[in-house]
Nanobody
């Protein structure tokens, strides 16, 4: 069974930085797109950033220039470097990965979520 383990969330002051990480573990054949989503109270879950195996990235307009997504394919890990954090960034951040297990079964997996709170 493949699982995603997230870490790096926490409380930070506005203007500060956090680095989230998400490692996939288990019987993995290959991982396709990985990404980060977030959900603030009372709002829909939204895509923050995504990255392909080759390193092509996509960002929400609200985080462009401030957040950087990256991945280490050898470690099956995706990162989200968050700089110049704003109160609007406060949300639960979820790692997402589309992958194929060694059994050939395709999965769209979600991490458990990690809280990011930006204070003023």
């Amino acid at each position: 069974q493949v699982q995603l383990a997230e870490s790096g969330g926490g409380l930070v002051q506005a203007g500060g930085s956090l680095r989230l990480s998400c490692a996939a573990s288990g019987s993995i054949s290959s991982i396709h797109v990985m990404g980060w989503y977030r959900q603030a109270p009372g709002k829909q879950r939204e895509l923050v950033a995504s990255i392909t195996p080759g390193g092509s990235t996509n960002y929400a307009d609200s985080v462009k220039g401030r957040f950087t997504i990256s991945r280490d394919n050898a470690k099956n890990t995706v990162y989200l470097q968050m700089n110049s954090l704003k109160s609007e960034d406060t949300a639960v951040y979820y790692c997402n990965a589309r992958l194929w297990g060694n059994s050939g079964i395709y999965q769209n997996l979600w991490g458990q979520g990690t809280q990011v709170t930006v204070s003023s």
